[in-house]
């Protein structure tokens, strides 16, 4: 079992930044790739970004565009999300997930994913 815990969700202003954060405990965190999700209401749970723990390859949903980045700390058991620029359309539950999988594809699927955390909301004013 892998137990994830966000944080750093917030009210800010569009063109704003802020840095999410995921810790975990149980398993061997370096063994799992690690992935953010968001969820805005009424939508569907959308694929934000992975790191791959056997490449260390990063991957980037397609309306991140340069925005968003993704990083881990093996020594600290955490996995970060730094948002920049924010904009309204960003508002949702961000959630952060760990997955067994070395495939890059298949960490773009949230099906993929093995333990979930419970998210933190990050919401933008425009």
């Known amino acids: 079992q892998v137990q994830l815990v966000e944080s750093g969700g917030t009210l800010v202003q569009a063109g704003g930044s802020l840095r999410l954060s995921c810790v975990a405990s149980?398993?061997?965190?370096?063994?799992?790739?690690m992935g953010w999700f968001r969820q805005a209401p009424g939508k569907e749970r959308e694929f934000v970004a992975c790191?791959?723990?056997?490449?260390?390859?990063?991957h980037y949903g397609d309306f991140v565009k340069g925005r968003f980045a993704i990083s881990r700390d093996n020594a600290k058991n955490t996995v970060y999300l730094q948002l920049n620029n924010l904009k309204p359309e960003d508002t949702a539950v961000y959630f952060c997930?760990?997955?067994?999988?070395?495939?890059?594809?298949?960490?773009?699927?949230?099906?993929?994913?093995?333990?979930w955390g419970q998210g933190t909301q990050v919401t933008v004013s425009s």
């Open positions: 997930a760990a997955s067994s999988s070395v495939n890059n594809y298949l960490l773009r699927d949230r099906t993929n994913y093995n333990y």
């Open positions: 149980g398993r061997a965190f370096s063994g799992y790739s």
């Open positions: 790191v791959n723990w056997f490449s260390g390859n990063i």
